[in-house]
């Protein structure tokens, strides 16, 4: 089957001769027209980008085109006396892009779950824009806009700027279409998906979605410098909530995770209405029904729709799929005094209370030993709570943790991922709509993918040495690469999330419960694998389980946790003997 991207090239291909040809095939007028549709169009991408490829929805898009376009204003003005302001239009895309990323940053930069918020505050932003440019007059003109602005240098508002901005449309649909195709792009679609699962492989979200909301930005920005000549005036509805809204509407009926679904909606969405305003009085009432319909029928947009049509002929112009494979760049040791360092993990004193509920009671515990320690306790006991209170999920409200000399007690997850600790929950974690391939391949990049790295093609094709080794006892997650990691049955799911977790080649891996719901040759299976992931590694790991025989069949260090505390520790037949662990699993003590 022809993949989305093949038919995303093909649609790209055949919507860039159109535009060049619209002059001579429709006139200026109809060309001048479809220029400003294609700005708001590129406006729409940016919307889409954020939207429908990282998972956030920006309400206030218009304040960065419109912040691009009075800009462009006031230096195309100022340049008729002082040519050498002209020097300064690229300022239309840097600055908008700057606010956008701090704005993020501010927002995202302390939960995970801040997107609704996020939304209501790009609200009041459009609002606060649109009243600041109706009351400070002297800069934008006020209620009747920044009037008299020239064109572009060089070119015609009703001739020759129609092929500056065809071109630019055409260019931000290809560096759009070519970012979602990168490791950054398959980065923003796990996010997407699962954002607590990326930063447990040490990526932060909360920069990631300001990468994407800056980048739309810029876009944005990039539109409102060639609308301003292009239209000649800027009035307040350029920056405020009206307009926001329509990028919105357009983004939703192209398709939220096209570009070129985005940008053909946007041109045909405005021509139409352009078209029944003339003739009809409750023209606004058709298109709103029109955008209840898209949303209801066409989930997925114009894009969504048109895109198997578009497969059969995507054949002739598919992209070449092979990647040039090369070996992942090694991880440093992570220890503080080199490779061969034993993994020291130690909680002293550690509490976590919600309301009046003790979670973790002055828990203290210290592994400094490689290979396998298992952890017990009847259900309540603190074990998986303990496990986010390590791993940064849980915020511990007294104590210290400690691993490897550094102290993680408050750490977000994604720092915490960084000093190489894998996490595995009870319930397998994945990215359910990426393919298994691209599952491995995030976790491969954990602690390995520099800046620079999230841009280049190589990292698509990166492995290991271990990761080969790895999934040759894995052979399920091999047959088939391309299924989607939410297709899978509960039992190679479990199987991929470890897989995932071993390749971040953890110092310290945390299991919750990693048979939970196998069969019994599953979990022999897994239990294998388990073990020789950390033999080879040389690492430690905290499993909770509850099964004896596992326990039997694993041996090592054992942890009895009650109550949020550290009941007893020692080797299996020490836990088996002792009256305290007897009581509380047979209801002795409570």
């Known amino acids: 089957m022809v993949s989305s991207r093949a038919a995303n090239r093909l649609a790209l291909v055949l919507i860039s001769a159109a535009l060049l040809l619209v002059p001579a095939v429709v006139g200026d007028f109809d060309a001048y027209q479809i220029a400003l549709y294609l700005l708001l169009g590129i406006v729409t991408q940016g919307v889409a980008l954020c939207w429908g490829n990282v998972g956030f929805l920006c309400l206030g898009q218009a304040v960065f085109f419109g912040l691009g376009a009075y800009l462009s204003g006031t230096l195309l003005r100022a340049a008729m006396q002082q040519p050498v302001m002209l020097a300064l239009l690229p300022l239309c895309l840097l600055l908008p892009a700057a606010i956008a ?31 600041l440019a109706n009351r400070f007059s002297g800069l934008t003109g006020g209620f009747n806009g920044m009037v008299d602005i020239p064109d572009l240098p060089g070119t015609d508002r009703y001739a020759t700027l129609y092929y500056v901005i065809a071109v630019v449309s055409i260019g931000s649909t290809w560096i759009f279409c070519r970012l979602l195709r990168s490791p950054l792009g398959i980065l ?18 909360g920069r990631l979605k ?13 539109a409102g410098l060639l609308y301003a000549p292009h239209q000649g005036i800027v009035t307040p509805s350029a920056i405020g909530i009206g307009m926001s809204t329509q990028f919105v509407i357009w983004a939703a009926i192209g398709g939220r995770r096209s570009p070129v679904g985005a940008l053909a909606a946007t041109v045909i969405i405005g021509l139409v209405s352009a078209s029944l305003r003339d003739r009809y009085p409750f023209w606004e009432a058709l298109m709103a029904l029109i955008f209840i ?14 895109a198997p049509w578009l497969r059969w002929p995507a054949r002739w112009v598919r992209p070449s799929t092979s990647l040039t494979e090369q070996q992942a760049p090694a991880l440093s040791s992570g220890a503080p005094s080199g490779g061969d360092a034993v993994p020291h993990l130690q909680l002293q004193d550690v509490h976590v209370r919600r309301g009046a509920v003790r979670i973790l009671d002055g828990l203290a515990l210290e592994s400094r030993t490689r290979g396998i320690c298992c952890v017990i306790g009847p259900n309540g006991a603190g074990k998986t709570s303990m496990f986010n209170a390590m791993s940064g999920r849980l915020s511990a409200d007294r104590g210290n943790i400690w691993f490897d000399g550094q102290s993680i007690t408050r750490s977000p997850a994604w720092r915490v991922a960084q000093l190489r600790i894998g996490r595995k929950f009870q319930i397998p974690s994945v990215f359910p709509r990426l393919s298994v391939r691209h599952n491995l391949l995030i976790a491969l990049w954990a602690n390995r993918l520099s800046p620079r790295d999230h841009l280049r093609s190589a990292p698509l094709g990166w492995h ?7 999934l040759a006892r894995l052979p399920l997650l091999q047959q088939r690469p391309e299924l989607a990691a ?13 897989a995932m977790v071993a390749l971040m080649e953890p110092r310290l ?10 069969s019994p040759a599953e979990t022999q299976q897994l239990m294998e694998v388990v073990r020789w992931s950390v033999d080879h590694l040389g690492a430690s790991a905290l499993l909770i389980e509850h099964d004896m025989s596992a326990l039997e069949a694993i041996g090592g260090h054992v942890f009895v946790l009650h109550q949020g505390q550290l009941l007893a520790q020692g080797a299996l037949a020490e836990i088996k ?7 509380v699993y047979l209801g002795g003590r409570k």
């Open 509 to 518: 891996m945390l299991l919750d419960e990693p048979c939970a719901g196998l």
């Open 486 to 498: 939410g297709s899978l049955s509960q039992g190679v799911r479990q199987m991929l999330e470890f």
């Open 210 to 222: 300001a990468i994407a909301f800056a980048i739309g930005a810029a876009a944005s920005g990039l």
């Open 577 to 583: 003997a002792s009256p305290e662990v007897r009581k």
């Open 464 to 470: 290991s040495a271990f990761g080969q080794h790895l």
């Open 188 to 205: 923003w679609s796990a996010l997407e998906q699962n954002e607590e699962r990326l930063q447990f492989f040490g990526f932060d979200t």
């Open 101 to 131: 990323y701090l704005l993020a940053r501010a927002v995202f930069g302390r939960k995970v779950d801040n997107g609704p918020f996020f939304s209501l505050i790009t609200l009041a932003l459009a609002m606060l824009a649109s009243l």
């Open 293 to 306: 319909a898209a949303v209801l029928w066409f989930p997925q947009g114009l894009s969504g729709a048109v």
